[in-house]
Nanobody
Framework: QVQLVESGGGLVQAGGSLRLSCAASGSITSIVAMGWYRQAPGKQRELVAAITSGGSTNYADSVKGRFTISRDNAKNTVYLQMNSLKPEDTAVYYC????????????????WGQGTQVTVSS
């Protein structure tokens, strides 16, 4: 079984910065993609940013130029640097690991973290 442990959420004023981290642990052979989703109250969960093992990235339009996703494949860890935060960035941020291949298995699975709260005050 694979676990995703997130850290780095909190309360910050508008214009401030936060850095989220998510480490995947378990008998992992490889992970195709890692990323971050967020869900604000009363809204659907949405993709914030994702990165493949090869380094290709994808961002939501609303965060382009402000957020940067990075990944350490050796540590199975993904980071999200969030700058110029806005009140509308307030949400629970969920880490995602897609296409996880574990030792002894022939198929890949997806995993989610528990979520970390990010609150941006105006």
């Amino acid at each position: 079984q694979v676990q995703l442990v997130e850290s780095g959420g909190g309360l910050v004023q508008a214009g401030g910065s936060l850095r989220l981290s998510c480490a995947a642990s378990g008998s992992i052979t490889s992970i195709v993609a890692m990323g971050w989703y967020r869900q604000a109250p009363g809204k659907q969960r949405e993709l914030v940013a994702a990165i493949t093992s090869g380094g290709s990235t994808n961002y939501a339009d609303s965060v382009k130029g402000r957020f940067t996703i990075s990944r350490d494949n050796a540590k199975n860890t993904v980071y999200l640097q969030m700058n110029s935060l806005k009140p509308e960035d307030t949400a629970v941020y969920y880490c995602y690991a897609g296409g996880v291949l574990e030792y002894g298995l022939r198929y890949r699975r997806d995993y989610w973290g528990q979520g970390t709260q990010v609150t941006v005050s105006s």
